[in-house]
T-cell receptor, first 114, second 113 residues
Framework: EPEVTQTPSHQVTQMGQEVILRCVPISNHLYFYWYRQILGQKVEFLVSFYNNEISEKSEIFDDQFSVERPDGSNFTLKIRSTKLEDSAMYFC????????????FGSGTRLTVV | AQSVTQPDIHITVSEGASLELRCNYSYGATPYLFWYVQSPGQGLQLLLKYFSGDTLVQGIKGFEAEFKRSQSSFNLRKPSVHWSDAAEYFCAVGADNTDKLIFGTGTRLQVFP
């Protein structure tokens, strides 16, 4: 069964550093998402992306965050200057179309900011 | 705005006992409803989903859920719990006018032998 692949599975970074989290969505999917889960809390929507632009973002997704689909296969989340409170599990998801049929999550990247 | 409530933060059951995890949602029209399971340090695994049709939905690992519009609920059930079912369970809702899922706060299931 097709999978959404996220790398790395765990990343440790120093506060203030830039970090890029990578995702390879399912190949025929057109809609892409990032979610975040702070340890012990619920999963929260960050951003959705379609046709090379952001279609929706949450209030969490401020100017220090950006997303990009640089090469037609990868989908990245960049955090420009990491803070301690950015430590969380970040999940990528993709979907073949609008709506939720085929909505698939990756296994996540655990980001630790020290 | 859509919201999801999982009233039980933590549930403990004995192995072999039946299980019901509660989920209530807030949304005017028919929502898209999901249950995910997350083992410690792991990703989200889809257990089952409801989009339309039969209100009793069968999922993986012997789980089922029932959509009850009158109660705005989508409770997850399993007739006989196994020790390997110990995990965090998240209910989520999606709506027609958005592609984002709204998650509940989760229910941690502990299973005693």
């Amino acid at each position: 069964e097709p999978e959404v692949t996220q790398t790395p599975s765990h990343q440790v970074t120093q506060m203030g550093q830039e970090v890029i989290l990578r995702c390879v969505p399912i190949s025929n999917h057109l809609y892409f998402y990032w979610y975040r889960q702070i340890l012990g809390q619920k999963v929260e929507f960050l951003v959705s992306f379609y046709n090379n632009e952001i279609s929706e973002k949450s209030e969490i997704f401020d100017d220090q965050f950006s997303v990009e689909r640089p090469d037609g296969s990868n989908f990245t989340l960049k955090i420009r200057s990491t803070k301690l409170e950015d430590s969380a599990m970040y999940f990528c998801a993709s979907s073949p179309g609008q709506g939720f049929r085929g909505y698939t999550f990756g296994s996540g990247t655990r980001l630790t900011v020290v | 705005a859509q919201s999801v409530t999982q009233p039980d933060i933590h549930i403990t059951v004995s192995e072999g006992a039946s299980l019901e995890l509660r989920c209530n949602y807030s949304y005017g029209a028919t929502p898209y409803l999901f249950w995910y399971v997350q083992s410690p340090g792991q990703g989200l695994q889809l257990l089952l989903k409801y989009f339309s049709g039969d209100t009793l939905v069968q999922g993986i690992k012997g789980f089922e859920a029932e959509f009850k519009r009158s109660q705005s609920s989508f409770n997850l059930r399993k007739p006989s719990v196994h020790w390997s079912d110990a995990a965090e369970y998240f209910c989520a809702v999606g709506a027609d006018n958005t592609d984002k899922l709204i998650f509940g706060t989760g229910t941690r299931l502990q299973v005693f032998p």
